[in-house]
């Protein structure tokens, strides 16, 4: 059986890539045993020398921020979830990976395409198969993925359209 979306939880918070905490954007979910992340629009402490004003004119400069990876500028990773944080501090529940090995990403250079991605892998890794199998052979994923960024794509089109599905 499929998890459903209102059985999946939210976090605020970055959950992957080591500067996630510098990251503007950021999506997570706990979809049944998997952590699906997404960040975006990284702008590293360094760019403000300091003071607002000059970081607030180098992101008006570089929107929407530095690649986190090979040409893209948001990322989507799927991780099996492990323990949640049990931290006195934040008591924030948000579970740790198990290992930091990706199941599945996707990369993308739009808030809107990274928002859309992140849903996408959540409903897929939400289904059945996924959940019954643990972790998808990579054969596999790369077909997933290809169909996320199909699902990506058909969303965009009907946004300017302004259509849905």
């Not at 000059?54 to 323990?83: C, H, L, Q, S």
Request: charged share 25%.
């Amino acid at each position: 059986m499929d998890i459903q979306p209102n059985d999946w939880k939210w976090f605020g918070v970055a959950a992957h890539f080591v500067c996630g905490r510098w990251c503007r954007f950021h999506l997570c979910t706990q979809v049944g045993k998997y952590l699906v992340s997404t960040v975006g629009e990284y702008v590293h402490p360094r760019h403000s020398r300091g003071n607002e004003r000059d970081e607030d004119k180098w992101i008006e400069e570089n929107w929407p921020g530095e690649d986190i990876g090979a040409d893209r500028k948001y990322e989507t990773m799927v991780f099996v979830a492990g323990r949640p944080c049990g931290s006195g501090k934040c008591m924030c529940g948000l579970p740790v990976p198990e290992d930091w090995h990706e199941l599945d990403m996707a990369g993308y250079n739009l808030a809107g395409d990274a928002t859309a991605g992140h849903m996408a892998m959540c409903l897929k890794w939400a289904s059945a198969e996924a959940q019954a199998q643990g972790r998808t052979p990579r054969s596999a994923r790369r077909t997933m993925s290809r169909q996320i960024k199909a699902d990506v794509d058909e969303a965009r089109n009907s946004a300017r359209k302004g259509t849905t599905k």
